[in-house]
């Protein structure tokens, strides 16, 4: 089992950026797929980005592709995601999760959720 807590949400202008951080403790972080998925109010979650447990495969929602980018430190236990130009329909709260499973982006198939962070795009 692994516990995964996120941080780094906030508000920030159109067109900024933000990098959310997912901190891991428990089982080996390395052997987990960790994705970032998003859920705005009255929609559903929805996948962001995800990567494979060596960093080394990554996917992204279209609606994400060239301006976020995921990432890992697995000597720090630590997923991130670097978010750049930064639109209003962004806005939700963005939560971090794991899985044994590969390749997936699937919310059904992430076993480990945070409890998420807000991310406000707004002037």
């Known amino acids: 089992q692994v516990h995964v807590l996120e941080s780094g949400g906030g508000l920030v202008q159109p067109g900024g950026s933000l990098r959310l951080s997912c901190t891991a403790s428990?089982?080996?972080?390395?052997?987990?797929?960790m994705g970032w998925f998003r859920q705005a109010p009255g929609k559903e979650r929805e996948f962001v980005a995800v990567?494979?447990?060596?960093?080394?495969?990554?996917f992204y929602a279209d609606s994400v592709k060239g301006r976020f980018t995921i990432s890992r430190d697995n000597a720090n236990n630590t997923m991130y995601l670097q978010m750049n130009s930064l639109k209003p329909e962004d806005t939700a709260v963005y939560y971090c999760?794991?899985?044994?499973?590969?390749?997936?982006?699937?919310?059904?198939?992430?076993?480990?959720w945070g409890q998420g962070t807000q991310v406000t795009v707004s002037s």
């Open positions: 999760a794991a899985t044994r499973r590969w390749p997936t982006i699937r919310n059904d198939e992430y076993d480990y």
């Open positions: 990567l494979s447990a060596s960093g080394s495969t990554t």
């Open positions: 428990g089982r080996a972080f390395s052997v987990y797929a």
